[in-house]
T-cell receptor, first 114, second 112 residues
Framework: DTEVTQTPKHLVMGMTNKKSLKCEQH?????MYWYKQKAKKPPELMFV???????INESVPSRFSPECPNSSLLNLHLHALQPEDSALYLC?????????????FGPGTRLTVT | GQQVMQIPQYQHVQEGEDFTTYCNSS?????IQWYKQRPGGHPVFLIQ?????EVKKQKRLTFQFGEAKKNSSLHITATQTTDVGTYFC????????????FGPGTSLSVIP
C-alpha cells in the first residue's frame, strides 16, 4: 500500500469555524508533512513531523495547529482562518527524515474560507 | 534566502517535440528531486539525483544534476499528451535534512 489518504476532499468553512483535516498512511513512514499550495504555485512547506514529533514549523500562524496522534496519522486543526488561507492542503510522507527519501503526497483537501 | 528557481515558467510544444526545464539553486544542494503534478492532481515523485554530474534516464525522460550541485535539468524526448502537467524540482539543502525547497515549476502543455 503506497497510498496517502486525506479527508475531506473539499471543505468550505467560515472564518469563525473550527475544522480539522486528516491524513493517514500505512507505509510505516516516519516523516510526515503538511504543505499548502495555491493555484499555479509550488507546494509550500508548513510543518514536518519526524518520529511523531514536530521538527519543523515554517513560521505558520497559530490558527493552524498540527497534531500527530500516532505514526500513521496526521491532523491539521483549523481555527479562525482568513479567506487568504483558501488553498489546497497536501499531506505527504516519506520513509525517514534525514537523508531525503521520496515523498508520497495525498490527493489534498481543497479548502475554501468564506 | 535560499531559493530554487526554474525556467521556463510555461512551455507549449507540439506533440512529438522535445521539452527541457531547468532548475537552479542559489546554494549547493545535497540532492534534488523531480515531481510531476497533473492538472487537478497532486505531486508525484519522478526521480532523485544525489551525485555531482549524475544523469538518470526513465524512458523518454532524462535527468541531470550539475557538477556543482546547484542546477539540474529534465529533458523529455518526443513529448506526448500524457506529459502534460507541471514539473517541479525540489532541492534538499546540505544544512537542512528535514525538508526540501520546491522550485516554482514549469507548466507543460502539449498540442496534439
Amino acid at each position: 500500500d503506497t497510498e496517502v489518504t486525506q479527508t475531506p476532499k473539499h471543505l468550505v468553512m467560515g472564518m469563525t469555524n473550527k475544522k480539522s483535516l486528516k491524513c493517514e498512511q500505512h507505509m510505516g513512514h516516519r516523516a510526515m508533512y503538511w504543505y499548502k499550495q495555491k493555484a499555479k504555485k509550488p507546494p509550500e512547506l508548513m510543518f514536518v513531523y519526524s518520529y511523531e514529533k514536530l521538527s519543523i514549523n515554517e513560521s505558520v500562524p497559530s490558527r493552524f495547529s498540527p497534531e500527530c496522534p500516532n505514526s500513521s496519522l496526521l491532523n491539521l486543526h483549523l481555527h479562525a482562518l482568513q479567506p487568504e488561507d483558501s488553498a489546497l492542503y497536501l499531506c505527504a510522507s516519506s520513509q525517514d527524515p534525514g537523508i531525503l527519501y521520496e515523498q508520497y503526497f495525498g490527493p489534498g483537501t481543497r479548502l475554501t474560507v468564506t | 534566502g535560499q531559493q530554487v528557481m526554474q525556467i521556463p515558467q510555461y512551455q507549449h510544444v507540439q506533440e512529438g517535440e522535445d521539452f527541457t526545464t531547468y532548475c537552479n539553486s542559489s546554494t549547493t544542494l545535497s540532492n534534488i528531486q523531480w515531481y510531476k503534478q497533473r492538472p487537478g492532481g497532486h505531486p508525484v515523485f519522478l526521480i532523485q539525483l544525489v551525485k555531482s554530474g549524475e544523469v538518470k534516464k526513465q524512458k523518454r525522460l532524462t535527468f541531470q544534476f550539475g557538477e556543482a550541485k546547484k542546477n539540474s535539468s529534465l529533458h523529455i524526448t518526443a513529448t506526448q499528451t500524457t506529459d502534460v502537467g507541471t514539473y517541479f524540482c525540489a532541492g534538499q539543502l546540505e544544512t537542512s535534512y528535514d525538508k526540501v525547497i520546491f522550485g516554482p515549476g514549469t507548466s507543460l502543455s502539449v498540442i496534439p
